[in-house]
């Protein structure tokens, strides 16, 4: 299989234009990945790279293509298209705003399909994409195997495949999950090349993927840090199921809280969570972040702040918040915040900094940390160049600065409105020192001049010179016209005594060459005066139009001949081009000429005219050029490529036949091994294989060096499906079926992996017809999924089947062999069962042990053995194999933990696995292991049981022991609540409130089932508790904490508002450390933003003048825990109900809200507003109708009020 590399990728961009570096390539692959996704084109997203990879490593000739497609088929032109396309996307994506010419505004979600309208232009023009979950994280490795799988269950639910981002602060993977699999569909440009079915595409499960994203953003790191900082972006097209998903994907992000340890997590790169929230765009977590204490806000990843790191990726409210937070540093880094909003063209980011206080946009000119160079456009400039705060002597050096580096840029535009501005020097030398005296501070002095050596300082360079230098502006004639027009320099030497001619003449810029010998001759300057004797030399014999033939004497201009269309090119270069072009009548005459030298004259590809001509398709030049008798026919190019192969190669027919008349070696291969009629079957040109099948002395078998023959070559091609007639003429024997490569693929496995249907029913066909063994034509993988797949082809299943047992009795013969007489062998490769048993040969293996009476002698390390396995691993076929194996089975059976196959199936959560054994007669459903766990508190421990209600209700039904206790004293629902399994504890907690169990689950504590539900939120089983139990309503534990504490520090809206509603309720008890339900809401983190809680509480009578035993009200609580929600509820309280200040707080309290909440006070006192209760009543809004009676103004409303300011104020 031809596949690209990420190395190669960056290759070939780079050759195209688009300047990628490894981080770019990633996440813009990542970006145009999603969208072929949403745009229901992922197969032609793929096939696309399958076309790049056919012209791997001859990536120039995939350039060539593009820039002459006019001769090929439309489908190939599409093709050609989408190439560019695909890369140019691929920048879109890192930084839109430098693409304001592109897009009328800046890239965003609601406008992001314009990318993809470049090849699909349909597809996603009506639609809005939505981001349901954009969140960064940082944990370890289980933690992220915990977070993948609950992001999975998530997915679940979703209608459509959602494509997923996972960034680090440098790389980009891409995912999208299989809900049929259960895997993980996982694109990496890392692991390009490994994947099966796709090569460019991993499947893998929770685990799996943990690890590999692991390894992937630890790359070139000696040790995998025990951290990974990630932002995951989840993206989706509005749907009627949209808004539902929404509300799941919050759920998860509410799962998942960022907490204050979060902030001192670092990865392996030292990058923390708030840096990648600033670099990705995540303004939920910054804010999260800023609002803690103890956070590094100025911490530099790589030198970069997170400040700097916002204003790169164009964050404006990011950039907003971190200014005006008190402890950002606007100079710490490498690279400064203004510095970096100029060079990546971010206006409003600019404007922010330059109006921020702490930033003295002089001295950061004068350091030369602010690169102007790279400011985006003219109004960028002029703000800049206009600012009235800038001396206008500095003003003068940055617009010399901005022409030195745009005119090396080879940027015309900009040059052009640049000279629009007074007193520039259009040959300034020393602009370059000034922009790069110093590249920011703590730069040593060595550092310095190494800089300034390799940005041309000290070469005494102008503008001019640098951009006849420039390899950017080659083809860019109006450049060199606006600065000759303005007169710069012809004559002017730089320190090694350069002049521009000689440096336009030494760096092959023929654009540069021509313009100033053309401005030369206009203004009739002596050529000796403008270059050295070399340059002179070889200009001659370059550009003879401007010479007479004899070489130029003394002082005297010499008369210039007519210029031809091609006088802008070296002379050597002009039948190349013009080949190229298809110019007949200008290739006949440089033809015409009798020195015709020039005819095998090769280009820096080693092309010669001929070998373009035959490219190109250009017939009446391949006639023209065949004409002369010195015509080099078979001469190669670089990579062994010959005019006869690239004939072959872009489907030219009437020039591979015009060749063929001459002495063509129609099986001289390339480089590579390749075949001209290898060629042919990658690009898929029939009439060309059937032209070349029909030679004589054709090799039709020859492997290219990877082993590939033609047939396989045709069975990848994205171009030879539906071509039927095609793959006919190429099956000719048996041998080109069986053949195998170096990758010991054969042609059948190729088009199946290619999802090549033409090819594959086509071999099927000939092997059914030849009736060969299909084992022989393709791997057990592929023969295994040809009989699901197309079971109309007879002989599939059995071959199969045969493969499997063969290969499973020689599984079977060296465990055997390796055994010893009467006792149990451990299996190594058994150390990874879940892979063994999802192996398709393993059922087949246990059958053949079964025969042989070996069944349960093979155990893997620890005495675990294959039962034990099958069970964690839920292959039933397998389980009842052994249920089969002997009526005495020992179902019951222990490895040397002590752990039975019902343990085994409990910790994996296998439903069906334990449905079935359950069955069992003699099944002990509470055998303890060595730790003392019962399969049931095992099944609590696990995290594969969290959502499996269906598991617990099976256990529990079948009598499992709920109050056994491990060695550590833990009981099934103890295990459950320290795990967090909310599954276990409502299922536990549901089933002793149906059997009518002891209510007490801890008689330590005394805390009761109650309790747990309130504190869990699990109002249908509350409700049920207390229709039996009514005293259970104020039932005090150890710590004096009732229900309704528990439900308060919980924030369980339901059953709070359902406590509220019994009529024996004390909403005022108080624990043991005389906190009331309020106090502990205000206390608890888990409140924060439940505006409808404290609405609930405070018009249920919550005292918010009681005092705890450290002499703390409600408020003075909410204060010390930065509770807003709790705040703001309680002084809109005091507000309506008119309670004095102090009553309420304590005078540190008051100062603190005084300063902090003034909406609530009068300017000119410090007592709490009386008069404007209704205007604080509208910054609170009812989640649910009617849940709250502060949102009515009625009058039973007004008594309620009062009753509790009487009582408050009684206290």
């Known amino acids: 299989m031809f596949t690209l590399t990420h190395r190669e990728l960056i290759e070939l961009g780079r050759l195209l234009g688009y300047p990628l570096d490894k981080e770019g390539l990633c996440k813009g692959f990542s970006g145009m990945l999603s969208l072929a996704i949403l745009a229901g084109d992922e197969e032609n997203f793929w096939n696309r790279l399958n076309y790049i990879a056919c012209y791997n490593p001859n990536f120039i000739k995939l350039k060539n293509a593009i820039d002459n497609k006019s001769t090929l088929s439309d489908v190939e032109k599409k093709h050609l298209r989408e190439t560019p396309a695909f890369y140019f996307g691929t920048t879109l994506h890192l930084q839109p705003e430098q693409h304001k010419d592109f897009f009328n505004t800046s890239l965003t979600q609601e406008n992001i399909e314009q990318i993809y309208s470049l090849t699909k232009p349909k597809e996603l023009e009506q639609t809005k994409i939505s981001t349901p979950l954009k969140k960064s994280y940082v944990c370890d490795k289980y933690n992220l195997y915990l977070y993948l799988k609950d992001l999975a269950d998530v997915l679940k639910e979703s209608d459509s495949d959602l494509p997923i981002h996972i960034d680090c602060n440098n790389h980009s993977v891409h995912l999208k999950y299989d809900k049929s699999k259960n895997t993980w569909q996982y694109a990496d440009t890392n692991f390009f090349g490994f994947g099966l079915d796709n090569p460019y595409v991993l499947e ?27 932002t995951t972006t989840v993206l989706a097209k509005d749907t009627p199921n949209l808004p539902a998903l929404k509300k799941k994907f919050d759920a998860f992000n509410l799962k998942y809280p960022i907490k204050k340890e979060h902030a001192e997590m670092y990865d392996g790169r030292d990058c923390g969570l708030l840096y990648l929230a600033c670099q990705t765009g995540d303004l939920e977590t910054v804010q999260k972040l800023l609002s803690l204490k103890k956070i590094d806000i100025n911490h530099c990843v790589d030198g970069v702040s997170p400040l700097s790191a916002a204003c790169q990726y164009g964050h404006l409210d990011i950039v907003k918040l971190l200014l005006n937070d008190k402890r950002i540093d606007v100079d710490i880094g490498e690279r400064a915040p203004l510095a970096a909003a100029c060079h990546f063209g971010h206006m409003e980011i600019v404007n922010e900094l330059l109006h921020h206080k702490k930033i003295d946009f002089n001295q950061a000119m004068e350091s030369g940390e602010i690169e102007l160079i790279d400011l985006y456009d003219y109004n960028m400039i002029k703000e800049v160049l206009l600012n009235p705060t800038i001396d206008p002597s500095e003003k003068r050096k940055i617009a010399e600065t901005l022409l030195y580096y745009f005119c090396k840029d080879g940027n015309a535009e900009k040059v052009e409105l640049l000279f629009g501005l007074p007193g520039i020097n259009v040959d300034t030398t020393d602009s370059v020192e000034f922009f790069i005296r110093s590249q920011g501070k703590g730069v040593d002095e060595k550092k310095i001049a190494s800089a300034l050596k390799s940005a041309g300082a000290g070469k005494k360079t102008t503008p001019l010179q640098i951009a006849c230098a420039s390899e950017s502006t080659k083809g860019n004639e109006k450049l060199f016209h606006l600065l000759l027009n303005n007169k710069a320099s012809l004559i002017h030497q730089d320190s090694s005594g350069k002049k521009a001619l000689d440096i ?83 290739v006949r005459e440089l033809l015409s000429n009798q020195n015709i030298s020039i005819i095998n004259k090769v280009n820096e590809e080693n092309e010669t005219p001929l070998f373009i001509a035959c490219q190109n398709g250009h017939l009446a030049i391949v006639n023209e050029l065949l004409k002369h008798k010195n015509i080099e026919i078979n001469k190669a190019n670089n990579f062994g490529e010959t005019p006869f192969f690239t004939a072959c190669q872009f489907g030219n027919l009437e020039i591979a036949q015009k060749l063929l008349n001459y002495k063509i070696d129609i099986n001289q291969t390339n480089k590579n091994g390749e075949t001209p009629l290898f060629i042919a079957c990658l690009f ?15 090799n039709l078998e020859k492997e290219a060096q990877n082993g590939t023959t033609p047939l ?72 295994l999924k040809a009989k699901d797949k197309y079971p109309s082809f007879k002989g599939l299943e059995k071959a199969a089947k045969a493969q499997l047992e063969i290969q499973a009795s020689a599984i079977v013969d060296k465990f055997i062999k390796s055994s010893q007489k009467g006792k149990r062998t451990e299996v190594p490769f058994l150390d990874n069962p879940k892979a063994y048993f999802q192996r398709p040969e393993a059922l087949y293996v246990m059958k053949q042990l079964k025969r042989k009476g070996s069944l349960d002698k093979l155990v893997a390390p620890n005495n675990t053995n294959i039962f034990h396995l099958a069970c964690a691993n ?32 409990c910790q994996a959560g296998k439903n069906e696995v334990v449905e079935l054994l359950l ?51 833990e009981t099934a629902l103890d295990i459950a609540i320290s795990c967090n399994n909310e599954t276990a504890i409502r299922s536990i907690l549901k089933h002793i409130a149906e059997k009518e169990l002891d209510p007490i689950v801890d008689p330590h504590k005394k805390t009761t089932i109650f309790h747990l539900a309130c504190a869990f939120g699990y109002l249908d089983i509350v409700r049920d508790i207390l229709s039996q139990k009514t005293f259970l309503i104020n039932m005090e534990n150890e710590d004096l904490k009732t229900p309704l504490h528990f439900a308060c520090q919980a924030g369980k809206n339901e059953v709070v508002e359902f406590l509220l509603t019994s009529p024996t309720i004390n909403i005022n008890a108080f624990d043991n450390d005389e906190y009331t339900p309020l106090q502990i809401a205000c206390f608890s983190p888990d409140t924060k933003g439940n505006e409808k809680l404290f609405h609930l509480l405070l018009a249920h009578n919550a005292n918010i003048t009681h005092k705890n035993i450290h002499g703390q009200t409600a408020l003075d609580i909410a204060i010390d825990t930065q509770n807003d929600t709790a705040i703001r509820a309680i002084l809109d309280f005091v507000c309506r109900n008119q309670i004095e200040a102090t009553a309420a707080m304590s005078p540190k309290t008051l100062t603190q809200v005084t300063a902090e909440y003034p909406e609530f006070f009068e300017s000119d006192t410090k007592d709490v507003k009386k008069e404007s209760h209704l205007k604080k009543l509208s910054i609170f809004k009812d989640s649910s109708e009617g849940s709250s009676t502060l ?21």
């Open 874 to 905: 839920g292959h039933l076929d397998i389980i009842r194999e052994f249920l089969l194996y002997k009526k005495t089975f020992p179902i019951n059976t222990r490895n040397d933990d002590r752990k039975t196959p019902l343990h085994f199936a």
């Open 712 to 783: 396989q070559a045709a069975c990848q091609s994205p171009f030879t499906k539906g071509k039927e007639q095609l793959f006919q003429k190429l099956l000719v024997n048996e041998g080109s079926v069986t053949h195998k490569n170096k990758e010991d693929e054969t042609a059948l496995d190729i088009a199946m992996k290619s999802n090549n249907e033409t090819a594959t029913r086509l071999i099927l066909t000939y092997i059914e017809d030849k009736k060969l063994d299909p084992a022989k034509a393709m791997s057990l993988s592929s023969l």
């Open 684 to 698: 898929g040109r029939e009439d060309l294989i059937e032209l070349l099948l029909n030679q004589e002395n054709i």
């Open 504 to 586: 336009a003449i030494e760096n092959d810029n023929d654009t540069a060459t021509y313009a100033l010998l053309e401005y030369a001759q206009n203004n009739k300057l002596n050529y000796n005066d403008l270059m050295s004797p070399n340059s002179l030399k070889k200009v001659q014999t370059d550009f003879p139009e401007f010479f007479v033939q004899k070489t130029l004497e003394d002082e005297q201009r010499p008369s210039i001949s007519k210029k031809s269309p091609y006088a802008t090119i070296k002379a050597s270069g002009r039948l190349h081009t013009a080949c190229r072009k298809g110019d007949i009548e200008f």
């Open 204 to 230: 893998l499960n929770h685990e799996e993927l943990a690890h590999t994203i692991f390894v992937s953003f630890n790359k070139d790191l000696e040790e995998i840090p025990e951290f990974v900082t990630f």
């Open 919 to 969: 069955t069992a007669p003699k099944i002990k459903i509470n055998a303890a292991d060595k730790d003392g766990n019962t399969p049931l508190q095992i099944a609590c421990f696990s995290p594969e049981t969290k959502g499996n209600e269906k598991l617990f209700q099976l256990l529990l039904a079948h009598n499992a022991n709920i109050t056994h206790k491990n060695k550590e004293g």
């Open 1191 to 1211: 949102s009515t103004s009625t009058s039973d409303e007004e008594e309620k009020v009062e009753d509790s300011t009487l009582t408050n104020k009684s206290v």
